[in-house]
Each structure stands twice: as structure tokens, then as C-alpha cells.
């Protein structure tokens, strides 16, 4: 059988803020790594990644989703000819797409955090009221869901040409970048046609900014 060696993956340098001991905790294992089959190897090489990323915890995720789509590009072939490393792609992909979904809520509640925080506000309101009730609650009236959508969706295209830089802002690894912004499009489409949905129902005589028109502003871009 092929034999294919195992390189340790980390697409990103190392946070600043390593400390002298989580330095000499990475080399202990990276170490112990030469003496261990390939599973163990690449075992070690996730809790290794995981405890790198919390040492920069504001950069954390793009360090993971680099890392993991790294491991996820070389796992895949190696996992033909060594069928027990099969379970480790599934993982690397698994904890990839759990980076981009965190990395991906925080940047689209950035930029668009009144909006939907005014969405998660009519969705708990409507556990004990009716619909028709909601605009006499306090800070829900009409008059301020206008505010939030003037503040949220005036000049939209430019608070998602500022969403896009700030998602790929800090990454070194070009290629993975439109496909970030696909899911993050993707998710960002689906919170508002939530919140779309909601405002029809709470306020079906105020007018908004439709899920169709959001889609094409994001398509144009």
C-alpha cells in the first residue's frame, strides 16, 4: 500500500499573543506526533489547532476554517488509501463549516444588529401576545420599526460591501473566500426573509425592502 506522509496544517501564523507555555505545549505534542500512527497524529493536530485559537479568540475562527479546510483538501485523498483517516475528513469538514457559522453571525451582526435584534424581539413577544398587540409594546411601534429600517436598510449596499470586507478581512487564503461570502449571502438572505416575515405579520401595512429585492442587491454585488 501507498504510503503517504502527514504534515502537520497551519495555513495562518500563530496568534502574538502564544504565550511561552502553549508554545512548548504545541512542540511537546508536535513530538509526541512522530511517534504515533496516523489517526493519533491527526487527533492531536485538532486539539493542537483548537488550543491555538484560543489564544486569539477575536481571530480565532478564520484561523480554524483556514486550518480545517486545509486539513479537509489533504485528507481526502489520503483517506482513499487509508480508509480509518475517512472519519477525520468528516470531522475537519464538520468543524469547518462550525467556524464559518460562527465567523459568518458575527460579521452579519455587526453590520445588521439592530435589524435583527428587533426580529428576535417580535419572536419573543409573540410567544405571549398576538400579533396585533406587539406595536403598542414598548420600543416596538411602528414608529420604530421605521427607525430600524431607515438606520439598517438606507444605503444597504454599502453596509454589505462593509459585511463583505469585514469577512475576509485578516484571511490569508484567497480561495476560500467566495465561498464564504456564498454562505454568508446565503445566511444573511435567510435572517431577513425571517425578519421579512415577521414584520408582514406584526405590521402588515408598514412597507419594507422585499426578500426579492435584497436578493438581487446582493446578486449585483
Known sequence: MQEKQLHMIVVQELPDEVSVEEFKWVEEEGKSCC???????IGIMFVTLEKISQSDLKHSDIFLLENYAAFQNSLYDMANVVPPLAKFYHQASEFYEQSCSRHISVVIYY???????????????????????????????????????????????????????????????????????????????DKYDSFAQLAAKVYPSESIPSVTEMRDILASM
Not at 511517534?35 to 497524529?41: G, I, L, T
Not at 424581539?121 to 420604530?144: C, H, W, Y
Not at 420599526?145 to 453596509?159: A, F, P, Q, T, Y
Open 35 to 41: 511517534n504515533q500512527d496516523p489517526s493519533s497524529m
Open 111 to 189: 453590520h445588521f444588529e439592530r435589524l435583527f435584534q428587533f426580529a428576535r424581539r417580535i419572536e419573543d413577544l409573540m410567544l405571549t401576545n398576538a400579533p396585533e398587540e406587539i406595536p403598542f409594546q414598548v420600543g416596538m411601534s411602528k414608529a420604530d420599526l421605521r427607525k430600524v429600517i431607515k438606520s439598517s436598510l438606507s444605503g444597504v449596499d454599502k453596509h454589505i460591501t462593509l459585511m463583505h470586507k469585514k469577512l475576509v478581512k485578516n484571511m490569508t487564503s484567497e480561495e476560500l473566500m467566495p465561498t464564504l461570502w456564498d454562505k454568508c449571502k446565503k445566511e444573511f438572505l
